[in-house]
């Protein structure tokens, strides 16, 4: 009988120290351009992204290490404190993280989805702007639809299609405005 319970508690201990047990994720911390150096004859996305880069069209524009790229159609910048522009295109650009300053101003992108706390974001112009979290800050050109779920969230931009806002303290402040719902208190939306 003894035998019998000391295996049924060896396995129940093993069973609980392996939910115990980091699970590996398939997202990446932090997606980053390739190093092979590219030529800028023209105008590019790495040479905008970058800069540092020459003004001599004849000289490679090197990628930094840390500048975001775009794969499978998806730009995805992750962490806390960092100071990042892309400035090519992709389909979409997910920004998750706290403290992070985003500049997607030349960028040619369709829709940003920033999730999470003190979040500043450049845009010009996109097809949605999807913001989940505390305190962003985003300047921009036009957006088609914005959607905001949180509190203490400030869009200022030229235009924006639609509005979608639930939460508390949030401002959205445009020149053009169309449609808008909201829940929550003390939003402000409009133009000043």
Known sequence: MRRAAAAI??????????????????EPDRIVRPTTPQTSASP???RAATPEA???????AVPGPNDPACIDGV??????????????ECDVVRIEGASLDVDLERARVANVLASGDRIEIDLGSVDSL???GQSADVDAA?????????DRNSVDADEVGTV???GNDNHV???RLGAVTQSGDRNMIGND
């Open 75 to 88: 730009v995805a910048i992750r962490g806390t404190d960092l100071d990042l522009a892309f400035a090519g």
């Open 9 to 26: 508690g060896a396995t129940v201990l093993v069973g609980m120290l392996a939910s115990c047990a980091p699970v590996a994720s398939n």
């Open 173 to 175: 402040d445009a020149d």
């Open 44 to 46: 590019s996305a790495s």
């Open 54 to 60: 020459s003004s001599d069209a004849t000289v490679p």
């Open 164 to 166: 979608s806002v639930s």
């Open 142 to 150: 036009r957006l088609g639809a914005l959607t905001i779920a949180g």
């Open 130 to 132: 999807e913001i989940t």
